[in-house]
């Protein structure tokens, strides 16, 4: 009998012991039980494309005037382009030209960055479009005051264009600085520069377009998930007026960025800013397309 109690304690030892892993169970349970973080799904592009050879050698030819009469050679290397500096061709990546004409010289870049986002509640489409309002917000736009499509019927109110004009200032050197293609130096850019008299017949072969009929900068509708147009005017000392626009779509994850720019070579010239308009968002709407295939 003197046997029995010892078996009694090592039965109570078990028991304890389970209700100990039933607690540990329960807490564990309990742990799993609390609201958990679904991560975010992944954006749609987990590649871009090759910059350099994203343009149609047919639109390059229509966008760098003169570039097509050069020698072999010289035509070869225009066309090519230069590719961006990047250390990670994933998440960034870009290209350039430019083609000297006699009378004027043009650039043209375009800059593809796929964005990922490091929180799992975040989406890569979240973080992309934080990134694209950023660019938006320094164009001076916005787009739940987006003036849309009629913004073109009203683009021929001086205060209005000049507002707007004024509003895009500050968004020079954020949105020139990635672009080694424009040729001249965007940070000492005056954009009241615009408003200067440029004579009704200075456009020359550019086709006479003046500041005065420039369509704003604005918001575009019908262009990835979201787009806008920064169009600068500006002019740096005595030298010839240059212009750049600017186009910026987001798709998914992608940010894309399209800059097309005109120096004259003569300073009684004026770019002509519709056509470099309607060029810069031919060839955004054109790289759209490319992404969604």
């Known amino acids: ?5 010892g078996v ?5 030892l078990v028991v304890g012991c389970s209700a100990g892993s039933d607690s540990n169970a329960n807490g564990a349970d309990s742990k ?4 958990t973080v679904t991560p975010a799904p992944p954006g749609r592009y987990e590649t871009l494309p090759a910059p350099c050879r994203a343009v149609p050698r047919g639109m390059l030819k229509d966008l760098l005037p003169g570039a097509a009469e050069l020698p072999g050679d010289q035509q070869e290397k225009v066309f090519r382009g230069s590719a961006s500096v990047t250390y990670d061709t994933d998440r960034k990546v870009g290209c350039s030209w430019k083609s000297d004409a006699p009378n004027a010289t043009r650039s043209l870049s375009i800059d593809f960055e796929r964005v990922v ?3 799992p509640a975040v989406s890569d489409d979240d973080r992309a479009d934080t990134v694209y309002a950023k660019k938006e917000k320094a164009a001076g736009l916005s787009s739940s005051a987006a003036p849309g499509p009629d913004a073109e019927k009203n683009s021929g109110t001086p205060g209005e264009k000049g507002k707007d004009k004024g509003k895009g200032a500050d968004a020079d050197e954020p949105e020139g600085a990635a ?3 424009t040729p001249s130096a965007d940070g000492s850019a005056d954009p009241s520069s615009s408003s200067s008299p440029s004579g009704g017949d200075g456009g020359g072969d550019n086709g006479g377009t003046g500041t005065e009929d420039a369509l704003p900068s604005r918001v575009l509708d019908n262009l990835g998930d979201a787009a806008f147009l920064h169009d600068l005017p500006t002019r740096a000392g005595s030298t010839a007026q240059h212009r750049t626009v600017s186009v910026v779509f987001r798709t998914s994850n992608v940010v894309v960025t399209v800059r097309y720019a005109e120096q004259p070579a003569l300073v009684t010239q004026v770019p002509d800013s519709r056509e470099l308009q309607e060029k810069a968002q031919a060839l955004a709407r054109k790289l759209a397309e490319t992404l969604s295939e």
């Open 8 to 12: 009694a304690l090592l039965a109570a």
């Open 117 to 119: 986002s490091y929180d």
């Open 1 to 5: 009998m003197a046997y029995v109690p």
């Open 179 to 181: 672009a080694d293609a």
């Open 32 to 35: 799993a039980g609390s609201p």
